[in-house]
């Protein structure tokens, strides 16, 4: 078994060539196993790269919407930062002078497009109107014609100059108006501080609302058409222009701007430092890149604090989640995860025992963990949840198919109560063990033989108590040792009540957490009971009908217990468990994230 305690990181150094300082970087965080952190020098400044990435910033903020940036990837070969942002530039200028007309085409017919699904809206809404909007589109020079569009609830008055036809659409209401021009943009002056839309009339409408239907339909077809072909000439000044590797170059000097904010420099070097979690994956990484680059390994500076890593086997990495929803385990702190490998699968399974249920549950777990790394823990559950499903005697909620190999929780309710109490004491009396352990790493052992060491006797002494009532002495011993720690400690008669006070609330709190572990025994009872519910209703139908709702009744109870069994385990590790030895105040490992394009899969 690996070591429980975690391990902090490595420190890492390399010395890399200036020019190769984008590229060395990117293979670093590319490994997945590299954190960045400085030592406090001069910053690098990158003045050279200003100009460029200024532009550039320009550019992006008109054009990134018409940018192929899912096929952004740098150019291939080693490049000067400097001289890869400016040819990168010079690529942008060149595609912008030749794109910005299609850009702009591409603009207008988006507008149009808007507002021509507006018109359709408006139009089905006065579909009975025999207004002949060709003559509306006509009116001036003194007249003007509007359709105001606005959201259901504004009240709106238009002056009595103004002819006004409301109508209703599905979350607006509408009004077209009619009237002297001067008036009309008096009232739409007005009118900007609410939530309207203004529809102007095309020129080219004709006819009523139904006929104009018909129209515009036409016009959104032409609009996809001559929007597709624009796209394609777009496409065509794309590759005519490199545009995927100008991108990607200035991709990923924006990102190492953003990064290299604080490094070190020279005119020749660039000293890049911080944490490693796998020195082969991240010199191999290094050595790939091609970047001119020394690298080592040094001691850490004394005033850093280094990350902590988890060492788990595969096995018990998906039950790390569980000690992190806490936070990092301390450098003198257990990682519980191999434990909890155990202790999990466990609980679940003696709260959801069924045969089939599990079978489905390790199916699910296999199916998901190739998307989701954490759905692996379903699969120790769902086993665990067969084998108490064999021990209850359940499969697909149904009872006395196959015979029970302990028992059957509706019949003795009881003992299905008794065993979960009896295990949370042992999980209980484990964490107070692990925090031993944490006070030998922490050169404190001797304290907490002084005070924890009593209230462990206390406790396994009361709980033998009730099997062996010679055992009560024990107990009485571990009171009298942990009030003897008090008085050690200060010397004073009085820390005998404060010590008392001390001990009567942990002993409490030792209780209370015991107890909590009987919700065990009653979600197990509770799972029963709604099988039984399931399968009663299935008697109770026909053939057919008994069928689905066999089927039903087995999909709402393992959503319904796959939720309600996974938040109360999690509650007992979190607080009842963890609570007696783990803080999570160390300091995670975070690696440095990939540029954005290597991240969608490009490589």
Known sequence: MIPMRPIPAAWFEALVAKDDAALALEALARSGAFELET??????????????????AELERRYHAYWP?????????????????????????????????????LQALAHERAELHWWTAACHALAGSRLDFGLLAQAGPWLAVRIMLLQRGEKLQAPAALLVRRFELDDQHGMLLLGPDAEMAQFCQQAAHLKVRLLNIPVWVHGTATTLRETIAARLAGIENETQQTRQQLEVQHQQHDLHHALGDLLRLQWFGNCAGVFPESDVFVWITGWCSDRTRLMHALEAS????????????????????????????????????????????????QLLALIVPLLFGYMFGDVGQGLILIALGGYLQRRYA???????????????????????SLHGVIPALWLQPLDHPLSVLAVPLVAGALLLALGQLLH??????????????????????????????????????????????????????TGKAMALLSGLGSLLENSLQLLTNTLSFARVGAFALAHAGLSLAVTTLAQASDTTASMWVLVLGNIVVIALEVLVVSVQTTRLMLFEFFIRFLRGEGRMFRPLPAPLYFLKGES
């Not at 005070?451 to 006797?457: F, H, K, P, S, T």
Request: net charge positive; glycine share 10%.
């Open 69 to 105: 940036l899912a096929q952004a990837l740098p150019a291939p070969g080693l490049r000067s930062p400097y001289v890869a942002a400016s040819q990168a530039i010079e690529k942008l200028e060149r595609w912008e002078a030749t794109a910005r007309p299609l850009v702009l085409r």
């Open 290 to 337: 091609g970047a001119r680059a020394a690298a080592h390994f040094p001691p850490a500076p004394l005033s850093s604090e280094a990350p902590l890593l988890l060492r788990n086997p595969r096995w018990a990495q998906p039950f790390e989640l569980f000690s992190k929803a806490l936070g990092m385990p301390g450098r003198n702190e257990a990682d519980p995860s």
């Open 39 to 56: 030592r406090g020098h001069p910053a690098l400044t990158l003045i050279e790269m200003s100009g460029p990435m200024q532009k550039f």
């Open 374 to 396: 954490a759905a692996r823990i379903l699969i120790p559950c769902g086993v665990s949840a067969t084998l108490f499903g064999l021990l209850f005697g359940s499969i697909f």
């Open 436 to 489: 031993a352990l944490q006070a030998f790493w922490q050169g404190q052992l001797r304290v907490w033989l002084s005070n924890e060491a009593g209230l462990l006797l206390l406790y396994g002494g009361a709980w033998a108590a009730w099997f062996l009532p010679r055992a009560g002495w024990l107990a009485l011993g571990g009171a009298a040792l942990y009030l003897l720690g008090h008085y050690r400690r």
